[in-house]
Structure formats: C-alpha cells, structure tokens
C-alpha cells in the first residue's frame, strides 16, 4: 500500500489515496477488475502498474488502460522491466493495444510514461458521465 500512497502524491492530490486502496482490495479479490505488475528490487516494492481491461467488438481482442503506473524516483529502468512483464502478458491474453485515460492536470506525470510506452494521441474521443 506505500506504493499507491507514493502513486497518488505524485498525482498532484487529484486521485484520493482510499479510491486506490479499494481497487487493490478489487483487484486481488476478483481479477474481473484488472491486474497489477510489480516491479522489486532487493525483495522491496519499488514500482507498480495498474490495468483495466476492455473487450472491443470492433478489433475482436482485449484492450488493456493503463489506470495507474508508478516508479520510484521515476527509473526509466523500473518502467522499462514492468514494460517486459506486460508485453508477455499481453502476448499471452491476446491484447490488441494499450490506452490512457488521464486528467489533463496530470500531464506532466504521464508524459514520460506515454514515451515509454509509445503511446500516440488517439482519434477516439471520450465522452462520460459521471452516476456518482
């Protein structure tokens, strides 16, 4: 859980540390909700990645977003070895792309992220509605 709590002080205070607690609790509970990829280095959590996931008619495959990712102190090479995890596991589920979400606020956070992931901007719009 200093992970998450490390995640949402990065995020400028817009995400509330208990939404992110819930969704590991989810998470662990049900994989319906996600998964996790956990970087470690001598045996500590030091990086973390949190995904959703979307069937798509239209591609005939899952969609994975990206609904949270930490490194400690930001390593390029924390991102990078959960990057490899990820490509396996998308290679194994049958993934046919990554995506974001994000707050603009938060776009100084993501930026070196999306370089890593080679995200590109997307031609979809998305349009919401909040029933909370």
């Given amino acids: 859980m200093a992970l998450i709590e490390l995640n949402c002080a990065e995020l400028s205070g817009t995400v509330p540390v208990d939404n992110f607690k819930k969704v590991a609790e989810y998470v662990l509970t049900d994989p319906d909700y996600g998964f996790f990829i956990i970087a470690r280095e001598d045996e500590q959590a030091v990086g973390l990645m949190y ?58 956070y993501w930026a070196p992220i999306i370089g890593r992931m080679e995200l590109s901007h997307s031609h979809y719009y998305i349009y919401h509605v909040d029933t909370v």
Avoid at 58 to 76: C, I, P, S, V
Wanted: charged share 30%.
């Fill in 51 to 108: 995904f959703s996931h979307e069937w798509s008619d239209w591609r005939n495959g899952l969609f994975f977003w990206l609904q949270t990712a930490y490194a400690k102190d930001n390593k390029e090479e924390v991102h990078k070895e959960m990057l490899k995890h990820l490509e396996a596991y998308s290679t194994e589920k049958g993934c046919v792309g990554y995506r974001l979400c994000s707050e603009k606020a938060n776009s100084d």
